[in-house]
Nanobody, 122 residues
């Protein structure tokens, strides 16, 4: 069992930056791909970015060049640096984990955090 806890959300202005963190407990994340998804009100939860155990990343086109994912396997943490935030980035951001390689499908992730709210004012 893996427990994931996100932190770092908040209210920012358009153009600002924010850094989200996800801390895992319960077991090592060895072999796990970590992902960030987001869900805005009235919309489905959508893929944002993933990072494999070995550090291979994959980004949604909407965040490419603005967001950066990183992980510290020794500390069981994953971070999401979000720059040049836009109002359309506002959502609840979720950290997720799956055993195996990268996937954009939320249904393939077994473990989820409770989410952290990101609000971007224009």
């Amino acid at each position: 069992q893996v427990q994931l806890v996100e932190s770092g959300g908040g209210l920012v202005q358009a153009g600002d930056s924010l850094r989200l963190s996800c801390t895992a407990s319960g077991r090592t994340l060895s072999g796990y791909t970590m992902g960030w998804f987001r869900q805005a009100p009235g919309k489905e939860r959508e893929f944002v970015v993933t990072i494999t155990w070995t550090g291979t990343t994959s980004y949604a086109d909407s965040v490419k060049g603005r967001f950066t994912i990183s992980r510290d396997n020794a500390k069981n943490t994953v971070a999401l640096q979000m720059n040049s935030l836009k109002p359309e980035d506002a959502a609840v951001y979720y950290c997720a984990a799956r055993l195996g390689g990268s996937s954009w499908s939320r249904n393939s992730y077994l473990y989820w955090g409770q989410g952290t709210q990101v609000t971007v004012s224009s």
